[in-house]
């Protein structure tokens, strides 16, 4: 690590501790040094229509904060500091349960059963057809119309050698949006010492079917509320992506992203091509692909994507065990939002980088299998590291 960035998050890490509780602390190390970081602490969000209490956790380890829901799992803010040691929240959101409730975004939630795309919501396994909730056009997006998104979830705090973090839980019922079996799902979130935020997912089931679990934050390093992405550096070791048809469905092409607006090989600006006369830019309004990922499935998470603002310094390295990356430009923004900043959200103001197998998998055979069987256990990793200099 350069000086630099060690004293812009020795000094963050120390006012995220500060911000973070007024009480107990922990201590733990790594590599000789010994670093500090604050017990999770949990506060009344809101109450859902139904009298359901909504709670938010707060976590600050390594120079990095995060505040998470129990309803959805959601990533509610993520506080990074720039170059200079000031911290902002990365992340759009809202700051009412109401407008979670509300929404359609899907803002820094925990996405299942299946992220992404199924096409015509049916899908057909061990010779029985599938009927899932239809809530994008005749297409079945994010789990349906009552996902993971919008469900409250179990959450258990933890500090440990591994740093301090949530554990969350959610049991989805046989036929819950149509899917088969009675899944269960843990998902654990870690800020680790270093500040890294890392996720863990896990699932089993008691009957065949299938799985595609992520996380929808949206990013804006330059600060929530702060304008567009557009001028954010962003790589991706990805040589090939999937087209899509009208409807954002795969068509079962890999198609290479030389020599096209699809290629990030080399880092470039969001915004450098995303107004060319691509016919796939054209269809989404922008970005919204999956990227097939050059490492492939692998054991442990490893890195594929780093997203830069110029402005702030600030810089958000990924790595995954997945095959594939869906990055949305934020297109269908609109100006009717409002996050906690009081500013509107418009187009291109926020953009996600969703770890995942491809879309539509269920009915493409050539793709990777999101099939989990009895017995069997799904598991998944990403971690998000952050510098800024």
Known sequence: MDTSRR???????????????AGTSYASSEGGGSVRFAKPTKELFGTLADGTKVHRWSLANGGTRLKVLSYGGIVQSLELPD???????????????????????????????????????????????HQLSVNDGENSLHGGAKGFDTRVWDVEPFTDASGVGLVLRYVSADGEMGYPGTLRVKVTYTLTVRGDWRIDYAARTDKATVVNLTNHTYYNLAGEGSGD????????????????????????????????????????????????????????KGYDHNWVLDKGITDRPEHFATLRDPESGRTMRIATTEPGVQFYSGNFLDGTLTGPSGRTYRQGDGLCLETQHFPDSPNQPSFPSTVLRPGDTYRSSTVHSFSAR
């Open 7 to 21: 004293t812009v998050l020795a000094t963050a890490a120390a006012a995220g501790l500060t911000a973070a509780v």
């Open 83 to 129: 170059r200079h040691g000031r911290y902002r929240n990365v992340s759009l959101g809202y700051d009412t349960i109401e407008a979670y409730a509300a929404g359609t975004t899907f803002f820094g939630a925990l996405i299942g059963r299946y992220g992404n795309r199924i096409a015509r919501g049916r899908f057909t396994l061990d010779g029985r057809t």
């Open 229 to 284: 992405i557009y001028g954010h550096e962003l790589s991706l070791k990805a040589r090939r992506f999937t087209p899509t048809d009208s409807g954002l469905i795969p068509t079962g092409e890999l198609a290479k992203v030389a020599g096209t607006p699809f290629d990030f090989r080399r880092a470039k600006t969001v915004g450098e091509d995303i107004r060319a006369a691509h016919p796939q830019l054209v269809t989404a």
